[in-house]
Nanobody, 119 residues
C-alpha cells in the first residue's frame, strides 16, 4: 500500500513563509507526477502545483512567483516552499502521488496539513 504523510503546516503571519513536506512510502510510481492541492473551508479542492519526475513544474496563477514545488526522487519526498503568504492561502494542503494498488495504478492522497495565515 502507499502512504503519503504531509508535515510543515502551521500558523504564520501574512508575509511569512512555510515549507511543506510530503513523505511517500510503499509502492510509489516513481516516474509519476506529484502535486499539491489545497482546500479552504466551504470551497472545493484546488490544484496548487505539480511536478513531473523530470522536474517540470506547473503552478496555479494565484501562487506563481510565491510558491516553489520540488521533489527528491531518491527520498520519495515532495516539498512546497511557500513565501509571501497571505490570508487567502489559508487552507488544508494535500499532496498526491501515483502508486500501485495491486497491479493497478491509483492516485493516492495524504491526510492534509493545515496552513493558517493571519493578517
Amino acid at each position: 500500500q502507499v502512504q503519503l504523510v504531509e508535515s510543515g503546516g502551521g500558523l504564520v503571519q501574512a508575509g511569512g513563509s512555510l515549507r511543506l513536506s510530503c513523505a511517500a512510502s510503499g509502492r510509489i510510481f516513481s516516474s509519476g507526477t506529484m502535486g499539491w492541492y489545497r482546500q479552504a473551508p466551504g470551497e472545493q479542492r484546488d490544484e496548487v502545483a505539480r511536478i513531473t519526475n523530470g522536474g517540470r513544474t506547473v503552478y496555479a496563477d494565484s501562487v506563481k512567483g510565491r510558491f516553489t514545488i520540488s521533489r527528491d526522487n531518491a527520498k520519495n519526498t515532495l516539498y512546497l516552499q511557500m513565501d509571501s503568504l497571505t490570508p487567502e492561502d489559508t487552507a488544508v494542503y494535500y499532496c498526491n502521488a501515483w502508486g500501485y494498488n495491486g497491479v493497478k495504478l491509483n492516485l493516492f492522497w495524504g491526510q492534509g496539513t493545515q496552513v493558517t495565515v493571519s493578517s
